[in-house]
């Protein structure tokens, strides 16, 4: 990525005049990458910068702070996918409290036309925005008419009559669906943390794990998961435990990774872990030997799907 900046006002030179995508784009699933792809056409054509416009933290975070973690991608994996799909400069504007009361009118003129100087608009059907969500495509594209500037809404993108959106790939991800999820993606769904230090009890029983925080990350259903971790640019078969750990009498969640064949050291890296299927669902088993004879049939199991069988 090429330049990010987090406030209209502060627009790089370079990433004005351009044509900008509008959203949150959390996921960059497979409806927001047709979105790109008709930003980037219209970018083309005027010979200027594709610029995303999204924010953070997300809306959702600002109007109900005390809600879940609900993420699917936090900024470092949001602008590699974005820089993935052609965009060359991220505006991730600050949802505070002055950008909330902001207008609907002062959202065209000030954060659109002065601030990124936009020569055409992109964005879905259900965009909104401006306090109280009183702007909607309908005004945009009156506004673009009367200013001078080019709009496009794009109708929803579907898959067997089910429209391709973030709330569906959580669901999926919810019920321990990866493989639905990478699907409506088009990629599969990562977790990226800093691997931190945890008890060191996976070691102590031959199954050292690195253990990744799940910060504002969705959390997917509870349970074993094949899953592949990016490792010094090469992607390894692994397995990874999401949960609580009942047998040990853990409350706080983890996710742990056991990286197949390997035995290096990787406390405070930070690892993407994509996850590929899920193996079963979390257990609480009566001792360590139970989980140890339990841990090693998972590694199997999650070896057999990652080779390609089931």
Same mark, same amino acid.
């Given at each position: 990525?090429?330049?990010?900046?987090? &406030?209209?006002?502060?627009?790089?030179?370079?990433?004005?005049?351009?044509?900008?995508?509008?959203?949150?784009?959390?996921?960059? &699933?497979?409806?927001?990458?047709?979105?790109?792809?008709? $930003?980037?056409?219209?970018?083309?054509?005027?010979?200027?910068?594709?610029?995303? @416009?999204?924010?953070?933290?997300?809306?959702?975070?600002?109007?109900? !702070?005390?809600?879940?973690?609900?993420?699917?991608?936090?900024?470092?994996?949001?602008?590699?996918?974005?820089?993935?799909?052609?965009?060359?400069?991220?505006?991730?504007?600050?949802?505070?409290?002055?950008?909330?009361?902001?207008?609907?009118?002062?959202?065209?003129?000030?954060?659109? @036309?002065?601030?990124?100087?936009?020569?055409?608009?992109?964005?879905?059907?259900?965009?909104?925005?401006?306090?109280?969500?009183?702007?909607?495509?309908?005004?945009?594209?009156?506004?673009? $008419?009367?200013?001078?500037?080019?709009?496009?809404?794009?109708?929803?993108?579907?898959?067997? #009559?089910?429209?391709?959106?973030?709330?569906?790939?959580?669901?999926?991800?919810?019920?321990?669906?990866?493989?639905?999820?990478?699907?409506?993606?088009?990629?599969?769904?990562?977790?990226?943390? $800093?691997?931190?230090?945890?008890?060191?009890?996976?070691?102590?029983?031959?199954?050292?794990?690195?253990?990744?925080?799940?910060?504002? &990350? @969705?959390?997917?259903?509870?349970?074993?998961?094949?899953?592949?971790?990016?490792?010094?640019?090469?992607?390894?078969?692994?397995?990874?435990?999401?949960?609580?750990? !009942?047998?040990?009498?853990?409350?706080?969640?983890?996710?742990?990774?056991?990286?197949?064949?390997?035995?290096?050291?990787?406390?405070?890296?930070?690892?993407?872990?994509?996850?590929?299927?899920?193996?079963? !669902?979390?257990?609480?088993?009566?001792?360590?030997?139970?989980?140890?004879?339990?841990?090693?049939?998972?590694?199997?199991?999650?070896?057999?799907?990652?080779?390609? #069988?089931?």
């Amino acid at each position: 990525m090429k330049q990010v900046f987090d &406030h209209w006002e502060e627009t790089p030179a370079a990433a004005k005049g351009g044509a900008v995508a509008l959203g949150n784009f959390d996921g960059v &699933h497979t409806g927001h990458q047709k979105l790109l792809a008709e $930003t980037a056409g219209y970018a083309k054509a005027l010979g200027a910068p594709l610029v995303a @416009l999204t924010f953070e933290p997300h809306p959702r975070r600002f109007f109900v !702070p005390d809600t879940g973690p609900f993420r699917l991608t936090l900024p470092p994996a949001k602008r590699r996918l974005l820089a993935e799909y052609g965009v060359e400069a991220v505006l991730e504007q600050r949802f505070d409290a002055a950008f909330a009361a902001l207008s609907a009118d002062s959202f065209v003129d000030d954060v659109l @036309l002065s601030g990124l100087g936009a020569r055409h608009v992109v964005c879905g059907y259900d965009f909104t925005f401006g306090a109280r969500r009183s702007g909607n495509v309908e005004m945009l594209r009156a506004e673009g $008419t009367r200013k001078g500037f080019g709009v496009t809404i794009l109708d929803p993108v579907m898959r067997e #009559g089910e429209i391709y959106s973030s709330t569906r790939i959580r669901e999926a991800l919810r019920a321990g669906m990866a493989s639905e999820a990478a699907e409506l993606l088009g990629h599969s769904w990562e977790i990226e943390g $800093t691997v931190e230090q945890g008890d060191k009890r996976g070691r102590t029983i031959g199954f050292p794990t690195a253990n990744v925080g799940l910060g504002e &990350h @969705l959390r997917p259903r509870f349970g074993v998961y094949a899953v592949r971790a990016l490792v010094g640019g090469k992607w390894r078969d692994a397995v990874a435990n999401l949960g609580r750990r !009942p047998t040990i009498g853990k409350l706080q969640e983890n996710f742990e990774v056991h990286l197949f064949d390997f035995d290096g050291d990787l406390y405070g890296k930070s690892l993407r872990v994509a996850l590929v299927d899920f193996i079963r !669902p979390e257990m609480k088993f009566a001792g360590l030997d139970q989980l140890k004879a339990q841990i090693a049939a998972d590694g199997q199991a999650a070896r057999k799907i990652l080779a390609g #069988g089931k």
